[in-house]
């Protein structure tokens, strides 16, 4: 009531005219990360690291990611994929080098400086990125200058979108899905028999594979498209969980599960923002992708839900529940990306 009240009779459209607020976004979530860096080493009680590590970090982060992705599909409308899949690589990279920087400095300094030294490698790369963020003039002038003042921040009527909402479907499938093996794999090498270095080894594996497999994702899906190419590798990425891994004994068939699954997994990432462009309509796109990563969020949760079921004993084999849990959740978020496409374009053999 009072935001309407002020965008009506005081502020009118000026009110949502923030000069370049890509940049403040990204900078207030640079300072989230930093903060949280530097509070979470002082925690004594577990809900002191809810506070920092949890809704700090996540915050900082989300306020991060959330500006990129709706900004650069704009600076690059003819390889939208693979500039979107080059972003989504970063996370992997980060994964393969910040807890072999981490292990090495909390080694010798503690876990105090360990998290400070990481506050200020945050604080470092983030400014960079702050420096060089700007809005594209399109973006700016398709969210701010809008037949009505009283249009909301956030569009809800994108769920009047049949195909948006088939989208949030496969999304929330795909990721409640994704971090399972993330999570597990390490207490699965150590199940089988093999040592905890070894088990470790694995999730760098999937993130080294996931690094090459989300730029190829995006490189291919700016000539095939995007729905098309999350649909091939979401299939087969739930056909890497159902077949390979639950006859992966060894360290190398292991090692060959993580590969596929690092290549083909998570087609959300570097794809979410092209598939939530091309359903649509550009004065949409912002709200969708934050509906999306909204979504995302909580499907995120996934982990924690497989872990619940294992622990009711549906299943005599240890970690089965997982794999089939894993596996059946991205079928089923493949299956919901073919009924996209068709409901999309009917042709088979359409660039969606």
Same mark, same amino acid.
């Given at each position: ?5 002020? &965008? ?12 370049? $607020? ?14 949280? #860096? ?9 809900? #002191? ?24 599909? #704009?600076? @690059? %409308? ?20 910040? %807890? ?16 400070? *030294? ?17 809005? #594209? ?19 809800? &009527? ?7 909402? *088939?989208?949030? /479907? ?5 990721? $409640? ?11 699965? $090498? ?42 091939? @590798? ?9 077949? /390979?891994? %639950? ?9 060959? !599960? ?20 091309? /359903? ?22 996934? %982990? ?14 240890? !970690? ?17 990306? *073919? ?8 042709? *088979?053999?359409?660039?969606?």
């Amino acid at each position: 009531v009072l935001q309407d009240y002020f &965008d009506e009779n005081v502020f009118g459209e000026k009110g949502r005219q923030i000069p370049n $607020a890509a940049l403040q976004l990204s900078f207030v979530g640079t300072l989230n990360v930093c903060l949280e #860096h530097s509070l979470a080493p002082l925690s004594e009680i577990i809900w #002191h690291l809810y506070l920092s590590q949890s809704m700090l970090c996540g915050a900082g982060s989300s306020f991060l990611y959330a500006t990129i992705q709706t900004i650069i599909p #704009h600076y @690059f %409308p003819r390889n939208p994929g693979l500039v979107l899949g080059g972003i989504a690589s970063g996370a992997c990279i980060g994964g393969l080098i910040i %807890p072999l920087i981490a292990t090495m400095i909390n080694n010798n300094l503690g876990i105090q400086w360990t998290y400070r *030294i990481l506050g200020f490698i945050n604080l470092f790369i983030n400014l960079l990125a702050c420096m060089i963020i700007k809005d #594209h003039p399109n973006n700016t002038n398709t969210r701010f200058k809008e037949k009505s003042s009283k249009s909301p921040m956030i569009r809800f &009527d994108v769920f009047k979108n049949k195909n948006y909402c *088939i989208w949030c /479907i496969s999304c929330f499938t795909q990721i $409640a899905a994704f971090y399972v093996p993330l999570f597990i794999i390490p207490s699965y $090498a150590t199940y089988i028999g093999l040592s905890d270095s070894r088990g470790a080894s694995l999730v760098s594996v999937i993130n080294a594979a996931a690094f090459v497999g989300r730029i190829s994702t995006g490189f291919i899906a700016d000539r095939v498209g995007s729905v098309n190419v999350s649909i091939i @590798f979401t299939t087969i990425s739930a056909l890497s969980c159902l077949v /390979i891994w %639950p006859f992966s004994f060894t360290y190398s068939s292991l090692i060959g !599960f993580s590969i596929v699954f690092g290549l083909t997994s998570g087609t959300y990432y570097p794809l979410g923002a092209s598939v939530t462009a091309s /359903i649509l309509k550009t004065e949409q796109f912002s709200s969708g992708v934050t509906i999306t990563l909204l979504l995302v969020g909580i499907s995120i949760l996934g %982990p924690s839900l497989a872990s619940a079921i294992e622990s009711t004993g549906v299943s005599d084999e240890p !970690f089965f529940t997982f794999k089939m849990f894993t596996g059946t959740n991205v079928l089923i978020s493949a299956v919901v990306l *073919i009924w996209l496409k068709f409901s999309m374009k009917r042709n *088979i053999l359409a660039r969606v």
